[in-house]
C-alpha cells in the first residue's frame, strides 16, 4: 500500500513536533512549512531530521508562511497532500492584543489560503483538512462545561481570528463537500510548550529559581482556570480526526479545571518548594517560599512568586473547562495524562536544563538568561 502523505504547517511548534512523530511511526511521508529565521527555528523537530541528500526521505521541510497565498499553492500543488494538519498559527493570546493585524492574516486568512490551495489544485475531494480551532472560541463563557454546541464569545484578537478560521472550515466542508473538520482543544501542554505560556514559565522559573539562577517569578492573573492536557495524546486526536467515515467538529479537554494559582503550587511541591500565599488580592498576592531539600537555594521567607500587572490582558478568559464526552464516544478517545504527570514531566525537563546553566554559569560562562 503506498504511504499517506501529510502536510503539517506549523511543524516547528509544540503539537507539530509531537504530530510529525506520529505521523512517522504510523509510515507516512510528512512534509512541513518552517519560516525563514534568522536563528535555527527546527528545536523541536531536529531529532526528526533527514539529511536533504538522502534518497528517500521521509520528513521534508519547505519555507513557507500563512501569509503568503502563492506559496502555499506551490506547496500544496508540489506535495499533493492526503492530509493537511493546519496548526500554524501566531498562537499567543496576549501577543495577540500586540500584533491584532498580522494575527488576524496568520490565523484568519492564513486557513482560506490554505482551503483555497487545495481547492485550487483540484485536491477538495481526496484532500482530508484539519484545523486547529480552540477553547478560546468560547471565551467569556456561555455554558459550563463547554461542548461543541456551546456559543462562542471571543475575547481576544486571537480568538476572533480564530473564528474565521472555525467557520470557513465548516463552510469548506459544507459549499465543497471537502472532508474538513474542527479539533476545538483546550489548553495542552508538555516540555515542549514554548516559554511564554503561563504553564511553561512557571517550571522553567520554579526550576531556576530553586538553583539560584533566578529571583522571582513574575505573573499576572493567579486566579484563572483552565482545562489542561498534554500535547502528545492532543495530536493522536487530531490524527483521528481525519480518519472517520465523515467529517466532524469535536471538543478535546480534560473535563478538569485548575487555576494558575494552583498550577504554580503543583510545580513548586514537585521541587520540593513550600510556598505559603501572602494576599490574595490582584496587586499584594505573593508567596514566600521555602524548602526542604538541602540542594535547592531556595531559603525560608524568600518572596518568589509576585503579581505583575502588565501580564493582564485587556479582556481576559476567567475560566474554561471542556466536556470530551462526544469525543469519547465518537473517536474512542481519552486522555492518558493528567495534570499532576504534565507537571512532574515539564518539571523535571526544565529542572535538568536549569541545571546544565547553572554549570554553564559556575564554569565562567554567560548563561541563558531571557525571561519574559
Ligand atoms: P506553537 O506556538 O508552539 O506553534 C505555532 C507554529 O506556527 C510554529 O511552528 C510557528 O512557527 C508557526 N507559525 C507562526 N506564524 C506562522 C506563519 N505566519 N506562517 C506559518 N507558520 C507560522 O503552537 P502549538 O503547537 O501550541 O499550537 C498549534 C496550533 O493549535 C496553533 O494553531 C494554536 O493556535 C492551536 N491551539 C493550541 C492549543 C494549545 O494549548 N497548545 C489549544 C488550542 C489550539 P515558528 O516556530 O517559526 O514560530
Ligand atoms: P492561553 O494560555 O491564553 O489560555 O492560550 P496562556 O498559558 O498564555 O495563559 C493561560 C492563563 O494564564 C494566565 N496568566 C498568564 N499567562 C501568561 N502567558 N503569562 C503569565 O505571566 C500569566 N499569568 C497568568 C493568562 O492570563 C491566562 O488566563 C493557550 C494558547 O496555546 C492558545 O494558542 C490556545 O488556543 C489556548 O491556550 C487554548
Redesign the pocket.
Known sequence: MTPKTALI????????AYLAELLLAKGYRVHG???R?SSF?TDRIDHLYQDPHEADRRLVLHY????DSSNLARIVGQVRPDEVYN?????HVAVSFETPEYTAD?DAM?TLRLLEAIRQHGLEKTCRFYQ?S??ELYGQVQEVPQRETTPFYPRSPYAVAKLFAYWITVNYREAYGMYACNGI????ESPRR?ETFVTRKITRALSRIALGLQDCLYLGNLSALRDWGH?RDYVEMQWLMLQQDRPEDFVIATGVQHSVRQFVEMAAAELGIALTWVGEGIDEAGVVASTSRSDLKVSEGDVIVRVDPRYFRPTEVETLLGDPSRAKEKLGWAPRVGLPELVREMVLTDYQIARRDAMVKLAGFPAYEYQE
Open positions: 504547517t506549523g511543524i516547528t511548534g509544540q503539537d507539530g512549512i518552517k519560516r529565521a527555528n513557507g508562511d500563512l501569509t496548526l500554524g498559527a501566531m498562537s496568520t492564513g486547529a480552540t477553547s482543544l483546550f489548553n495542552h514554548g500535547a
